[in-house]
């Protein structure tokens, strides 16, 4: 298969819910995202983080639902987050959970990355495979 290379930007909604019973120190949030460029889609997921800004460090973990086109192909895959901050140095790994691909992106693999630049704009690239089109 052949590995091709999706990027844009994207606009993200970040709302935090209340989580009973657990610690302070971790936020539940939803996230509600709109792709734009060759991944034309949104996205709704729910995300729990753990970490002190003040302290620069802290991780996270999600898991979205996107619907919409890639490259001309309409349906639905599901990204899972993995996330550490250490001292101000992030690793980030978002991966397409195996299986998870609908439509005209059955059988979807890959990886994207975030990069969020000055003025909290952010953007993607995303490396994936797809089965040749029917």
């Not at 999706?6 to 302070?24: E, H, Y």
């Not at 002190?52 to 639905?76: H, N, W």
């Amino acid at each position: 298969m052949t590995t091709h290379q999706a990027k844009g930007p994207f606009d993200v909604k970040i709302v935090p819910f209340k989580s009973d019973g657990i610690d302070a120190a971790f936020s539940a949030m939803t996230l509600d995202k709109q792709f734009h460029g060759a991944l034309e889609a949104t996205s709704k997921g729910t995300m729990l983080a753990f970490g002190s800004p003040a302290k620069g460090s802290g991780g996270y973990v999600a898991i979205e639902l996107v619907d919409g086109t890639l490259d001309g192909r309409k349906g639905t895959f599901v990204l899972q987050h993995n996330a550490t901050m250490d001292h101000g140095t992030a690793a980030m790994n978002i991966i397409v959970v195996p299986g998870s691909g609908t439509g005209e992106l059955t059988g979807i693999a890959g990886k994207l990355s975030i990069d969020v630049a000055a003025g909290g704009k952010h953007s993607y690239t995303f490396d994936y495979t797809l089965p040749a089109a029917q």
